[in-house]
């Protein structure tokens, strides 16, 4: 199992979710953050905005599912040509994961 | 070493951090999140509350306490009959770990 | 390659990213959080002070670069003599990492 966290564009939030709902991926937990990358921010003028506002969302997946969310993920969160700022989706190994009303942990698929 | 990431309701927040408090765990980091599970919300009516807010709660535990740690927010966290929004728990590895007041790695219990 | 993530003291959030940036990481991700220690808070007279703001720090590095992005974490986020509550550090591994923009996945340096 992974822990899929990707870190996007706010504006592109909902073509995230509902391209992981395409593909049969409902559960995610999303927060807002303050990101910068390599560039460091933006320049406009003399002032340089080093802290832009994106969303991390966290999603859990089994092994077989996880190469097509994380191409679903970057399909869905990229600007047309493709910008700085477009985010990045990192992939976190995950020992054991539990679903509290069930006191269950998972089974890998 | 483990993280341990639990998403929870917001309103068994007490209940969890007075159980983890119980077993000897007092270190916690908590912030609010927005998170659906695989029903996709809650349906009211005509209307998906596709968005429903949770907490999230970061855990670090020895070895020799994840088991007892994940028993504690499970029991703690979940409704009299178990529900869906219950929330999930997922135990990641940790590689190292440190304490900033003392510059000094962690060592496993 | 490694996810740091760092909790510190919000008020040194200006020395934790000047010193990352000194070493050449400008990229990151930043949270405000609600956390606390093993001693449980701040002890305030008869009050005890058991959620402290903190800030969250996410940042993803190769393996090359992680024992220098501690260091200097831990150096800048770090008080004078060292007290209780300036955070801590952890390490997590990293399964693969992607840039959005590219779509390009991360050759580890």
Known sequence: MYLIQSI???EKMLH??????AIGVQA????????RGKQCGLKVG???YKDLPKEMIFT???????????????DAART???NHGDGRVFVLPVAEAYTIR??????EA
Chains 1, 2, 3 share one sequence.
């Open 102 to 107: 069930s006191g269950q942990q998972d089974i």
């Open 8 to 10: 996007i564009r706010p």
């Open 60 to 74: 859990m997946v089994d092994a077989s599912q996880k190469d097509a969310v994380v191409k679903a993920i970057i």
């Open 16 to 21: 995230v979710t509902e391209a992981l709902s």
């Open 46 to 48: 003399n002032i340089n």
């Open 80 to 82: 047309e040509d493709g």
């Open 28 to 35: 995610l937990t999303k927060f807002p953050v303050i990101g």
